[in-house]
């Protein structure tokens, strides 16, 4: 191949994975019904709104129509993103959103960057651990031993969970241990903005307390909650990227999920 067409071939390969970039988890409450066309009329004003107001600030939450048919909206970018990115991810969100979940007044859908939702509820405020997905590397940690690297991982996201709670920090916590001199944890969290600190400190806690049961001894997990987020991976994987490290290399990307739905 030329190296025109090499390029070529490389940019369209590149757009077209820009293009299909599926979201990371939707939910879909199949317990509630688009009841009227007002309330989809809302819904269809509201998410540009959603849309504008997140590229530009990161975090948005309104309401928008009157009674029955009032429709309230959240979204949020994870707050090491750029603005560039974040403001792509609000957009294919609000795009795919009423595609994945037509019917549904109350939908949710995550990306890695950002996540959006809205309901004739509302939820502001509240802490929502109602439906959330758990991403787990299949791979367990094996350098240092598991027990080191959940003492480690403990202390790390205490560390980060601390930082989340601070208004100041916009519910974003985020830091890296080195655990072993190839190996470096790092880990994010972050709360939606809507919560008080006792909200915020309550959703990562419960994501935490699951970690046994979902990320035992995984070299990396992911949590989305409607009200939080969490992440840990032995390679850097938050803004600014740390590019020093060569665990990066190597490193496995096969995740598996695990549903899970409050009783
Ligand atoms: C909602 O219903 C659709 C269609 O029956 C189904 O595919 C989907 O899994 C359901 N969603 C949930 C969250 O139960
Ligand atoms: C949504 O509702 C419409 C009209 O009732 C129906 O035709 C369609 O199959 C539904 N879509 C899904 C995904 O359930
Ligand atoms: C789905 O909607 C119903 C009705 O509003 C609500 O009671 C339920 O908690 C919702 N499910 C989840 C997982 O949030
Ligand atoms: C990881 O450890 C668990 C529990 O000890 C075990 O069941 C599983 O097979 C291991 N997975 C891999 C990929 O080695």
């Given at each position: 191949m030329s190296s025109i067409h090499h390029f070529l071939f490389l940019f369209f390969l590149c757009l077209w994975i820009a293009e299909s970039a599926d979201p990371s988890g939707q939910f879909?409450?199949?317990?509630?019904?688009?009841?009227s066309t007002q309330i989809s009329k809302n819904i269809d004003t509201l998410l540009p709104k959603l849309v504008s107001r997140t590229s530009q600030y990161g975090f948005i939450k309104t309401s928008y129509g009157e009674g029955e048919a009032q429709v309230y909206g959240l979204a949020q970018c994870r707050g090491d993103v750029s603005s560039e990115d974040c403001s792509t991810c609000i957009h294919d969100a609000a795009d795919e959103i009423r595609k994945r979940c037509p019917n549904q007044s109350d939908s949710r859908i995550w990306y890695e960057y950002c996540f959006l939702r809205y309901s004739t509820?509302?939820?502001?405020g509240q802490v929502d651990t109602g439906f959330g997905i758990y991403y787990y590397n299949v791979q367990n940690v094996t350098d240092p031993d598991p027990d080191t690297f959940n003492k480690e991982l403990g202390a790390l996201m205490d560390k980060i969970r601390s930082e989340a709670v601070l208004p100041a920090n916009k519910g974003l916590g985020k830091g890296k241990t080195k655990l072993t001199p190839f190996n470096t944890l790092y880990a994010l969290v972050q709360c939606t903005r809507d919560l008080s600190k006792q909200g915020c400190a309550e959703c990562l806690a419960i994501a935490i307390s699951n970690f046994p049961t979902f990320c035992n001894d995984k070299k990396g997990c992911r949590v989305l909650y409607s009200s939080c987020y969490l992440r840990y991976e032995l390679y850097p994987f938050y803004f600014p990227l740390d590019s020093q490290d060569s665990t990066l290399l190597g490193a496995s990307k096969n995740y598996h999920s695990h549903t899970v739905y409050k009783p």
């Open positions: 879909c409450n199949n317990s509630t019904k688009i009841s509820r509302n939820f502001f």
